[in-house]
């Protein structure tokens, strides 16, 4: 446990010098999970050299081999990667589901969808399920880049491959639609949000109806209200700290002095 500790810590030197003495002073081999620790700690320190060399110390495991694979995406050296995979296989270990969602996460950063998707459908083949994690991953990315419409194609496509989107889902979706000025199907999303009793970030909820006051999108922001309103999602506290930043013009929409209204009556019987 102190080792992990260490490692934690990024106190290489001492956590490298514990184990030593673990096997050759006490005669206690230490566990995977210590060299596990001990590896993410040389990674996270940029000592690739080193946690190679310890991998080769233990039983192969897929966490130790996710954690290596991870660094070299990170480092560039993307292309080792298909070569430390055969390894795995050759010792035995096969890459389980967070082996495969570090492959997702790199192919992601380089914005190779084409293999992230193919990763998803080995996955498959090997009898594993892609969880949600797998396809936030290629979300956040599709959205990052704008690609507005691949997005909204896999978030709708998701419950069909077995995957029901989670709240992080509906809120990079959510987001993504904000960023990109998609007013009426952020909306739409933000009202199925409300619908499964998800909440958007506040900050991103303030930025939206500002855009939409900005934009003079009113009848949108009517929906949006009636859709924040029905949901309960939000207090009167809220609506009175952000209703004067949002929306500045010197009439407020009606759909705003109703849902006030409405707070107020609630917490004022």
């Avoid at 030197?13 to 096997?23: C, P, Q, R, T, W």
């Avoid at 950063?109 to 892609?130: R, T």
Wanted: glycine share 6%; hydrophobic share 40%; net charge negative.
């Amino acid at each position: 446990m102190f080792i992990r500790v260490l490692g934690n810590d990024l106190k290489v030197k001492e956590a490298l010098k514990m184990k030593h003495d673990m096997l050759k002073v006490y005669g206690v081999f230490p566990t995977v999970h210590i060299y596990a620790s001990l590896i993410k700690a040389l990674c996270q320190d940029g000592e690739l050299g080193l946690a190679f060399k310890l991998k080769d110390e233990v039983k192969a495991d897929s966490a130790i081999y996710s954690t290596l694979i991870n660094s070299l995406i990170k480092a560039g050296r993307s292309d080792e990667v298909s070569g430390i995979l055969e390894e795995m296989r050759e010792k035995g270990c096969e890459p389980d589901t967070v082996t495969y969602n570090v492959l997702i996460n790199g192919f992601c950063l380089e914005n190779d969808f084409e293999s992230a998707y193919k990763v998803l459908d080995d996955m498959v083949e090997k009898g594993l399920k892609p969880d949600v994690i797998s396809y936030n991953m290629i979300l956040g990315a599709l959205f990052r880049i704008q690609n507005w419409k691949e997005g909204a194609y896999l978030f709708e496509d998701m419950p069909r491959r077995g995957c029901v989107p989670d709240v992080l889902s509906y809120r990079i979706v959510f987001d993504g639609l904000c960023e990109g000025l998609k007013f009426e199907e952020a909306a739409v999303i933000l009202d199925e949000m409300m619908f499964k009793g998800y909440k958007p970030r506040r900050d991103r909820l303030e930025r939206f109806l500002q855009r939409l006051c900005e934009s003079e999108k009113m009848e949108i922001l009517g929906d949006v209200i009636s859709s924040l309103n029905k949901g309960n999602a939000y207090d009167a506290d809220f609506w009175s700290v952000t209703v004067p930043e949002v929306c500045k013009e010197p009439v407020l929409s009606d759909s705003i002095d109703l849902l006030l209204l409405n707070k107020l009556k609630e917490e004022c019987p």
